[in-house]
Structure formats: C-alpha cells, structure tokens
C-alpha cells in the first residue's frame, strides 16, 4: 500500500515501512511541513503491530541536503517563532527513529548534510551509495548543532565527532564507513537491491525478539 503526501511517499508491504523523503527538486530539504508528516507518519507505524522494519529513503540523487532555509528568509519574529517550531520537531522526529522499536534502516542514495544527515544517523543501520557524502555545515553557517551532537558521539566517538561538527566538512562514503557512520558502502546501482534485501532480512525476525534486542541494546549504551 503506497500513499502519496506531497513531500513524503509512504509504503507499507510486507512488513516494512518505507517514509521517502519527496522533494527532489529541493535537494529533499527539511521544511516544517515534511518534518511534521514525517512525525506523524513515524508515531503511526510505530503503533502499526505489522510493521517489523522500517526504511528511511529519499528521491532523487540526494538524500537530503538539510534545513529548507528559505523558510526564514523573511526574517522578523514570525521567522525566529518557525525557527524555534522546526528545531523542536526536528528534536522530536530524531527522538522518534532512534526509539523506534522494530530495526530501522537508511539508504543514502546521494548527500546528507545537516539535518538530514542527523535523520539518517538516528536509524539502527544505514547503506550509502558509493557517490554519496555526508556531513555537518552548520558551524558555518552560525549554528550550533546542538541536536546532531548526542547522535553522532554515539556512532563515532567524540574524535570523530569534533572533527565533523567543527571542520563542517562533508566526507566521503568510504571515510563515513571508516568512521562508523554507515554500515556498508554499495555502488549507486546496487543501492536499492542491497537496502531491499537488508530490510527483507530484518523484517523475518521475530518481532518481539527484535524489540527486546534493541531495548537491550539501548540500556547497555544509555542511548
């Protein structure tokens, strides 16, 4: 079953949901109404007991280039009150994929910088086209990236993450694999196979065992 929501396309079969980002012609750039649907997308599957993966994905050839700025260019207090509205669903939807209980999977088919990049080291594993980059820019644009520090301590330690959030450059898929932000390293063709049969993978687990490994998992690590 595939439901269209403008910017987001939503498909549940056989047990896996996957939320595509849809905003191509944007770069797949998080704007209030895309963070919303995809909170509300993610609290519905969540109580959806079919449901045994998830799977974060993105149209075009970028995974998501980040913050929709242009949602601010006008400035002035209704600008610094959306600012305020996004950050939180921001913190919200990464509080939501992280804590989400069946095994969560991202598939980076092209950049992931920012905000995006954060969604996508909030899943339990994640696949990236051998063409991709991912990184943090926000330092230089006058942002603390307060929201993408916890997250990416947990995946990389604080020498990978200091040099990330602090440089704001964006690495190769080959260096993110090195560093442990992504799982495997696949070339742009093979992409879409490979998260497919991952996701498929996940999805013949038993439920509930896979709910209990992950909760374990996450008293472990205090995450």
Do not use: W
Not at 51 to 70: E, H, K, N, P
Not at 91 to 99: C, G, N, P, V, Y
Not at 134 to 158: A, D, N, T
Not at 195 to 208: H, I, N
């Amino acid at each position: 079953m595939q439901a269209i929501k403008q910017s987001l396309l939503v498909d549940v079969a056989e047990g896996i949901c996957t939320l595509t980002l849809n905003r191509p012609a944007k770069k797949n750039a998080l704007d209030t109404a895309l963070l919303a649907m995809l909170l509300d997308e993610l609290r519905a599957a969540r109580e959806d007991k079919r449901i045994r993966a998830l799977v974060l994905a993105a149209s075009g050839d970028v995974f998501s280039a980040g913050a929709d700025l242009g949602e601010f260019i006008a400035g002035g207090t209704e600008a610094h009150e959306l600012r305020q509205q996004r950050t939180e669903l921001l913190r919200q939807l990464l509080h939501a994929i992280s804590h989400f209980p069946v095994p969560t999977l991202s598939v980076l088919n092209g950049h992931a910088l920012g905000g995006g990049a954060a969604i996508a080291l909030s899943t339990d594993m994640a696949l990236m086209s051998e063409k991709a980059k991912i990184g943090f820019p926000e330092v230089k644009l006058g942002i603390v990236p307060e929201l993408m520090v916890s997250g990416l301590f947990q995946k990389v330690g604080s020498r990978f993450a200091y040099q990330l959030l602090l440089t704001a450059e964006a690495v190769s898929a080959t260096v993110a694999q090195s560093m442990g932000l992504v799982n495997k390293v696949v070339p742009a063709s093979e992409l879409d196979h490979e998260a497919g049969q991952l996701a498929s993978s996940l999805c013949g687990l038993d439920r509930d065992v896979a709910i209990a490994t992950k909760l374990a998992i996450r008293i472990t690590y205090g995450i």
